[in-house]
Structures are given as C-alpha cells and as structure tokens.
C-alpha cells in the first residue's frame, strides 16, 4: 500500500527546493523513500529536484525506473522523459516518447500537443505545428504558454492579422491566463515586442 505523503511534507519540499536547497530537499524525499521505496509521487519529486540541479543522468534514472514499473503507459512519466532527452539533444529519441504521450491522451492533452507541435517545427514542419497549436489552444485557451506560442508562430509566417487578433485576446483575458514556469510579466514584455515588430512590418509596407 503506498505511503500516504502530508500536504506539510510536500509543502516543506516545494518550498526547499523554491529556496534551491536541493539537497535538504532530497533528504525529505527520501524519508519517504525508506518506508516506499516505490512511492510514485517520491520519485517524481526526485526527478525534478535532480533536474533543477542540473543532474539529468540521476533525474532520468528515477522517471526511468517509474516508467518501467508502469509499462511506458503513463502520460505524465513519458512527457517527463521527453523533456530530459531533449535536455541531452536526443531529439529523435525524445520525441518517440511524446508521441507515445500523445497518442495515450488520445491527443486531448494541451501541453503534450503544445509540445509535440514544438517537434515538428523542428523538424520544419510549420503547418503541423500551426495544427497543434491550435489545437491545444482550443482544448485550453487559457495557457499563456499556448497563446504566446501561437502568436509566435503567425509572426513567422508573416500572418500579421491573425497575430493582431491573438495579442488582443491576450490583453483581453490577461488576468485570466494561466502559467507554469513564468511570471506573466514575461509575456507581457514578449507580446509588446511582437507588436513593436508587427508595427513596423506594416510600416514597411507602405
């Protein structure tokens, strides 16, 4: 029977590692781990405090281990491992992994949809990307990551109107975005950019 972590304990952790006191941090995992050592929600947080650190090896060794208790079926573990390939370059082998998320969220995921879009851009597949794009906009229109992206992606195919339109819905439902790994203000100093580049396209025109 898995062990029941306390809402304190993961709160103590997330703080830690807020703070970078990685290592603190890994000792309160760990206690964790001596009585579980299979604890699914353990692993992650060592996953992720390795990966904060910089240590992929030992972050990959920990999702690799709790993809195989689960048969690579898991969405999230297999998007987790995306990221840490991509983070040693292997783009060919990260991206098997997404599309096997992909393909298990039956593509109604938006992150992973966002994600895979990613990969096809770079592979130069801009009309695919556009596609997941959108599509993940459609399932969460809300992720300011997704907004940005598709601003981004009108801009460079040069597809101005619809990228106008975009930074308008941004402004309009700006205090209603979601975000994960950045503050809103990123986007805000991201989005005046573009419309400074996008002013000056139409200038350039005339």
Same mark, same amino acid.
């Given at each position: 029977?898995?062990?029941?972590?306390? #809402?304190?304990?993961?709160?103590?952790?997330?703080?830690?590692?807020?703070?970078?006191? &990685?290592?603190?941090?890994?000792?309160?995992?760990?206690?964790?781990? &001596?009585? #579980?050592?299979?604890?699914?929600?353990?692993?992650?947080?060592?996953?992720?405090?390795?990966?904060?650190?910089?240590?992929?090896?030992?972050?990959?060794?920990?999702?690799?281990?709790?993809?195989?208790? /689960?048969?690579?079926?898991?969405?999230?573990?297999?998007?987790?491992?995306?990221?840490?390939?991509?983070?040693?370059?292997?783009?060919?082998?990260?991206?098997?992994?997404?599309?096997?998320?992909?393909?298990?969220?039956?593509?109604?995921?938006?992150?992973?949809?966002?994600?895979?879009?990613?990969?096809?851009?770079?592979?130069?597949?801009?009309?695919?990307?556009?596609?997941?794009i959108k599509d993940a906009f459609h399932i969460n229109n809300t992720d300011a990551e997704v907004i940005y992206n598709l601003i981004e992606l009108y801009i460079l195919e040069h597809k101005y109107k619809q990228?106008?339109?975009?930074?308008?819905?941004?402004? /309009?439902?700006?205090?209603?975005?979601?975000?994960? #790994?950045?503050?809103?203000?990123?986007?805000?100093?991201?989005?005046?950019?573009?419309? /400074?580049?996008?002013?000056?396209?139409?200038?350039?025109? /005339?």
């Amino acid at each position: 029977m898995p062990t029941y972590i306390p #809402d304190s304990l993961i709160n103590e952790i997330e703080e830690l590692k807020e703070l970078w006191k &990685f290592d603190e941090a890994i000792k309160k995992v760990n206690t964790i781990l &001596f009585r #579980d050592p299979n604890n699914e929600d353990a692993l992650l947080q060592v996953t992720d405090i390795q990966y904060r650190k910089g240590e992929i090896g030992k972050a990959t060794k920990a999702i690799d281990f709790l993809n195989a208790r /689960k048969n690579n079926t898991d969405p999230l573990g297999l998007y987790i491992k995306w990221v840490l390939e991509m983070e040693k370059n292997h783009r060919m082998e990260a991206k098997k992994y997404l599309q096997q998320a992909l393909e298990l969220t039956k593509a109604e995921n938006h992150e992973i949809l966002r994600c895979y879009g990613l990969c096809e851009y770079r592979y130069g597949n801009r009309e695919k990307w556009l596609n997941f794009i959108k599509d993940a906009f459609h399932i969460n229109n809300t992720d300011a990551e997704v907004i940005y992206n598709l601003i981004e992606l009108y801009i460079l195919e040069h597809k101005y109107k619809q990228a106008k339109d975009m930074i308008k819905y941004f402004y /309009k439902h700006r205090e209603k975005l979601q975000t994960i #790994d950045k503050a809103l203000d990123f986007y805000d100093k991201k989005i005046s950019l573009f419309e /400074k580049f996008i002013t000056t396209q139409y200038m350039f025109k /005339k």
